[in-house]
């Protein structure tokens, strides 16, 4: 058994990233990794966006392990990290927000964005205030430069 660590030791800097290959899924899966809202590393969501960004994310190449695989509490206030994190099934995501405008950059080859693919997501849909909410008090919202906001940004699909 490992020693005690904290949870960054286990998890790693404070993050959002999208899941690849979520199966038939038409939700994006977003783990945020930081102050524990719901899970121990943070939390984890669904977020419906169009089908082709769904799409888009499953042909990215992986590169960040889930964090249900880092590790977790010891039972005794601290974190044990697993020995082997598994397959790498996530890519790396950064919430942007302008205002009431909210953005999710999900990074790999480039479709509408040179870092990757830029989704405007519905900032009033309770899922959007979740993450927007645990990414600024986790200190990962970016606040976006203007050039987020043009056409080229593709549209959140519906909630279900």
Known sequence: MSESMTREEVYGEARLMARVDWGESKALHLQGIGEEEGR???MSVD?????????????QDPCLHSAN???GPDGDGGWTKNAEPGVAQYVPATLRVDGDNVFLLIEGEEKNHTD???VQL????????FVRAFA???GIAEQADGSSNDD?????G???
Do not use: C, F, I, T
């Not at 977020?47 to 082709?52: C, Q, R």
């Not at 080229?152 to 959140?156: D, K």
């Open 40 to 42: 121990p590393y943070g």
């Open 47 to 59: 977020l419906y966006v169009h089908g082709d960004v769904v799409q888009w994310v499953n042909q």
């Open 69 to 71: 695989r880092l590790g």
């Open 116 to 118: 990757g693919a830029l």
């Open 122 to 129: 519905k900032a009033q849909s309770a899922s959007v205030e």
């Open 136 to 138: 600024e008090m986790n």
């Open 152 to 156: 080229s940004s593709l549209s959140a």
């Open 158 to 160: 519906e909630e279900e």
